[in-house]
Nanobody, 122 residues
Framework: QVQLVESGGGLVQAGESLRLSCAASERTFRTYAIGWFRQAPGKEREFVAHISWSGGGTAYADSVRGRFTISRDNAKNTVYLQMNSLKAEDTAVYYC???????????????WGKGTLVTVSS
């Protein structure tokens, strides 16, 4: 059982930055691909970014590519999401998720965190 805890959310102005963290409870975390997803009020949960177990492979949603960067530190059992140039439409609850798959989708997640709220004011 892998427990994921997100942190780093908050209220920022448009154009500012935040860094989210996803900390895992188990060393086996390093064998999982990790994804970030977000869910805005009244909308479905959507993919934001994911990173392979080694950190060598990453992918991003078109809406965040060039502004967000995902990274991981397996020694600390932690994955990060650096979010720059934030926009009002980035406002959502952000969730991290662990999967043994090559890529992370909502269909193959093994573990979800409880989420952290990001609010971007315009």
């Amino acid at each position: 059982q892998v427990q994921l805890v997100e942190s780093g959310g908050g209220l920022v102005q448009a154009g500012e930055s935040l860094r989210l963290s996803c900390a895992a409870s188990e060393r086996t975390f390093r064998t999982y691909a990790i994804g970030w997803f977000r869910q805005a009020p009244g909308k479905e949960r959507e993919f934001v970014a994911h990173i392979s177990w080694s950190g060598g492979g990453t992918a991003y949603a078109d809406s965040v590519r060039g502004r967000f960067t995902i990274s991981r530190d397996n020694a600390k059992n932690t994955v990060y999401l650096q979010m720059n140039s934030l926009k009002a439409e980035d406002t959502a609850v952000y969730y991290c998720a662990a999967s043994l798959g090559v890529v992370v989708t909502t269909l193959n997640v093994d573990y979800w965190g409880k989420g952290t709220l990001v609010t971007v004011s315009s």
